[in-house]
């Protein structure tokens, strides 16, 4: 049913939709809303033969998502930032395992300095960590997106991470279709573990493997998120016909058809982008947009496609790897790799710094006569930065760089010493 | 339920069947008004809200659940609404509720808060956009339409009222007139009823016996603007606030509406 309901509040609604016998989660901002809706939907007895286990940690929650999901039952939890990291040996030994739990992350930076605001740092992380990774657009996509990852994740054998982002998607009340159980049930069939602990018939998961095979498993996770981009459309297909809606799939392109410069993205920022760009079609630059859903499996094939004979690219991330740059953006440069062109990669929106179409606009103005700096942060006071790396010239005891620049704008008054 | 809906169905789940009479309903067929016939509002005299009081043709969606559509609304490009308060003076239920009712009306709406590290007394800061088409964009208000100011002392500390548009709303919760509060240059430049002070903390005393002045602005914003209506706003009270509490505030917000009423022209 069509709702005005808040992005949390919909995605619990969509996971309880999808009958899961265990839900085990820690809560942590921006993700916790979601899990205290799904524990009020259990306590009022709506999810009957479902387990809410109130955990001590994020590693005692994807513990307990293992344990559960090995002994055949559907398996739910979300996080978000320090409680991914807090996680990840047991996130690792998930997918290593070939386990199909869903984990919603609400995207939120990681510290220190500490930051409860939205980026997509945490999720980044996982990127190598053998998880299906599904990046959601709007509330519609993100309540959508888990139906679909428990099919995929079950079809699979794999775990699927659902990256929502933090405040800007789980804290906004807009309009959802909240997919609701029957026709869930006409979507998902039943789950049938391809591994399973039981009793009666005993096996062991989790075994020592040594130089001897540890290639040839790791190649077959390989190969089952190579499957996977074979199934996400799929299922993206097959959700579309009974929920009669496109959501998920590989990347969403719009306007990219005669596009000469094409603005690259994932997650909530893709709405503001596209209204900018709306805005220039209208002036008549050719210039499109596209979205990246599955981070993992990388669809380098429909990205190259989507790009087409375009002349540019502009990643615009939520993340980027110190040291280097652009994470998104060198993967589209492996997807252009046979016939490269200009690009660019744009840092934005990093700990809550608000994404504004302005500064696109600005920012876009350049790229599009190429005169834009090959990595860019959006938006960065260059004054403020300056200010920092004069003081480390001037003292060698400078003292910690976030607390000087803090001070600088005022935000915590100067010691009083 | 929080934010749940009483089914498909046109029947209202609340006893306020009255105001719920004072829609009419258009026929089926004008539901297939194309949209994009409409032009927009923007560039019609009077700017973005002509479109709220404008004439007919109706342009009515279906798919909210409420059906309380105003038949004599046209096409809305966008409506943007800003409210200041401070921390547990519900800035952000107010948005919330208030894109229920532009929801329960047949609009698209989006509410979201600053996200700073709110709490209890400090700055806080949330938003609401109400649009005939999807809402897409993700930046905060910048360049309100319409300003809600919940604590007056915030005059003070945050500069409420940057991006105002011209000739935009501001409803500021004070029992001191603009002049008083040192706004008599800015009652000035946004024309003609565009400034107001209500009393609505006293208003929430009045009526809900707290002074919680939140919903009690939105009844005052919605008479002012006529971005929504009452009865569309007490759906969505009643829904957040069951029982004695959605009927107190009911009553508050009502007092509030009527109140802005006898103070600026009424919209039609």
């Given at each position: 049913m069509r709702t005005q309901i808040e992005g949390s509040l919909a995605v619990a609604q969509a996971v309880a939709a999808c009958r899961p016998q265990v839900i085990c989660a820690y809560p942590i901002s921006p993700q916790t809303h979601i899990v205290e809706g799904l524990s009020a939907i259990v306590k009022r007895g709506e999810l009957p033969g479902c387990e809410y286990v109130n955990v001590e940690s994020e590693f005692a929650a994807m513990s307990v998502a293992i344990g559960s999901s090995a002994a055949g039952a559907r398996t739910y939890t979300a996080t978000a930032s320090q409680g991914l990291l807090f996680m990840v040996e047991a996130v690792y030994n998930a997918s290593g395992l070939g386990l199909p739990i869903v984990m919603t992350v609400a995207n939120r930076a990681i510290g220190a300095p500490i930051n409860i605001w939205n980026d997509h740092t945490d999720a980044m992380s996982q990127r190598d960590s053998g998880w299906i990774q599904l990046y959601a657009e709007t509330n519609q996509e993100a309540a959508d997106l888990h139906v679909q990852a428990f099919r995929i994740a079950e079809e699979l054998s794999l775990p699927v991470m659902v990256c929502m982002d933090g405040f800007i998607l789980t804290h906004a009340v807009e309009e959802v279709d909240v997919p609701e159980a029957d026709d869930v049930a006409r979507f998902l069939p039943p789950f049938a573990p391809r591994q399973v602990l039981d009793p009666a018939d005993p096996v062991s998961i989790g075994a020592m493997v040594g130089p001897e095979a540890f290639t040839e498993v790791r190649y077959l996770a390989h190969d089952r998120q190579m499957q996977a981009l074979e199934l996400i459309p799929q299922v993206a297909a097959d959700f579309a016909e009974v929920f009669g809606r496109d959501s998920g799939g590989l990347v969403h392109p719009y306007l990219t058809e005669d596009a000469e410069t094409i603005v690259i993205a994932l997650g909530s920022v893709l709405g503001t982008i596209k209204d900018v760009v709306d805005e220039r079609r209208e002036k008549g630059e050719k210039i499109g947009v596209l979205g990246i859903t599955s981070f993992r499996p990388f669809p380098l094939r429909a990205i190259e496609a989507a790009i087409g004979d375009a002349k540019r690219f502009v990643c615009l991330e939520k993340a980027f790897s110190v040291g280097i740059g652009g994470i998104v953006a060198s993967h589209v440069r492996m997807a252009m790799s046979t016939h490269p062109i200009k690009n660019y990669t744009v840092v934005a929106g990093?700990?809550?710094r608000v994404i504004l179409k302005t500064s696109l606009h600005e920012m876009l103005d350049k790229a599009v006569t190429d005169s834009?700096?090959?990595l860019t942060f959006l938006d960065l006071d260059t004054d403020l930065v300056e200010r920092e790396l004069a003081r480390t010239r001037a003292d060698r005891r400078s003292g910690p760089a976030a607390e000087n620049m803090l001070r600088d704008l005022g935000t915590v008054r100067a010691a009083s010493v | 339920m929080r934010t749940g809906t009483s089914g498909p169905s046109c029947e209202p789940a609340h006893p306020i069947n009255r105001a719920w009479a004072l829609f009419t309903l258009p026929s089926p067929s004008a539901h297939l008004e194309d949209i994009t016939s409409l032009g927009r509002p923007e560039n019609r005299p009077g700017g973005a809200l002509a479109g709220v009081a404008g004439p007919p043709p109706a342009q009515v969606r279906t798919?909210?659940?409420?059906?309380?559509?105003?038949?004599?609304?046209t096409l809305l490009i966008m409506f943007e609404v800003r409210i200041h308060g401070r921390g547990g003076q519900g800035v952000v239920t107010a948005a919330e509720l208030l894109s229920v009712a532009a929801f329960a009306e047949g609009r698209h709406a989006q509410a979201f808060p600053s996200f700073g590290s709110e709490r209890t007394g400090a700055p806080v800061v949330a938003f609401c956009r109400i649009a005939d088409k999807e809402i897409r964009v993700r930046e905060p208000v910048v360049a309100p339409d319409a300003l809600v100011v919940q604590d007056a002392t915030l005059l003070h500390q945050v500069?409420?009222?940057?991006?105002?548009?011209?000739g935009g709303y501001v409803l500021i919760n004070s029992t001191s007139t603009p002049g008083q509060l040192g706004l008599g240059d800015l009652e000035e430049s946004l024309g003609v009823g565009r400034l107001l002070t209500i009393p609505a903390t006293d208003l929430a005393r009045e009526h809900i016996g707290r002074p919680v002045a939140n919903l009690v602005l939105l009844g005052g914003l919605a008479a002012f603007t006529g971005i929504v209506h009452l009865p569309a706003l007490l759906v969505a009270m009643q829904h957040h606030f069951p029982g004695t509490l959605g009927t107190k505030n009911s009553a508050a917000a009502t007092a509030a509406y009527e109140l802005v009423q006898s103070l600026v022209p009424s919209h039609p």
């Open positions: 990093l700990g809550g834009l700096e090959a | 798919i909210g659940p409420l059906h309380l559509r105003d038949p004599r609304h500069d409420v009222f940057a991006g105002l548009k011209p």
